[in-house]
């Protein structure tokens, strides 16, 4: 199981501004984070776990 440390001050950060989807994507991707940093996941894995299209996960991740 892998850890992610989250500070409160994600709540005063522009990721908080993005879409819900973006948010979700973003939220997917700190949960995956291994402890180098890189979370080794693709897009139709975000989609299905996170309950998205493959189209919103990819524009998710460009605005990202």
Sequence with gaps: MS???LDRTITTS???A???ET???FIIFLAHTDPDGI???TAP???AVGRLTLDSVHE???RL
């Design 39 to 41: 979370a080794r996941i």
């Design 23 to 25: 948010f979700k994507v």
């Design 60 to 62: 998710a991740i460009k």
């Design 18 to 20: 993005e879409p819900a």
């Design 45 to 47: 894995f975000i989609s």
């Design 14 to 16: 522009s990721v908080m």
């Design 3 to 5: 850890f992610t440390k």
